[in-house]
């Protein structure tokens, strides 16, 4: 079956750095778009980041732009999420999903989930 899972969460100072992964497994990785998606306690998840299946294209949310990067390496089946310059309101639950559609937003674009890694960026 289909399998998501993201690491590289933590705790973190703001002004700070970190890098989530995401490694799949059970799917064609390379036709699939990635994205990536957080929720923080009390609201509805968000988008943050989508690449193509490629990696030549990406989208981001305005908040995170010039910040956060995403990047994929389909050889390791992995997306990455290199977060920078991080605020407390980055604080939330990543999460990544697979898509056949082109950069979805939407949250119910996505096709697959991962189960979460927890981001906590202190002031």
């Known amino acids: 079956q289909v399998q998501l899972v993201e690491s590289g969460g933590g705790l973190v100072q703001a002004g700070g750095s970190l890098r989530l992964s995401c490694a799949a497994s059970?799917?064609?990785?390379?036709?699939?778009?990635m994205g990536w998606f957080r929720q923080a306690p009390g609201k509805e998840r968000e988008f943050v980041a989508a690449i193509s299946w490629s990696g030549r294209l990406t989208n981001y949310k305005d908040s995170v732009k010039g910040r956060f990067t995403i990047s994929r390496d389909n050889a390791k089946n992995t997306v990455y999420l290199e977060m920078n310059s991080l605020k407390p309101e980055d604080t939330a639950v990543y999460y990544c999903?697979?898509?056949?559609?082109?950069?979805?937003?939407?949250?119910?674009?996505?096709?697959?989930w991962g189960q979460g890694t927890q981001v906590t960026v202190s002031s």
């Open positions: 059970g799917l064609t990785f390379s036709s699939y778009a």
């Open positions: 999903a697979a898509t056949t559609s082109v950069l979805p937003i939407e949250s119910g674009l996505y096709e697959y």
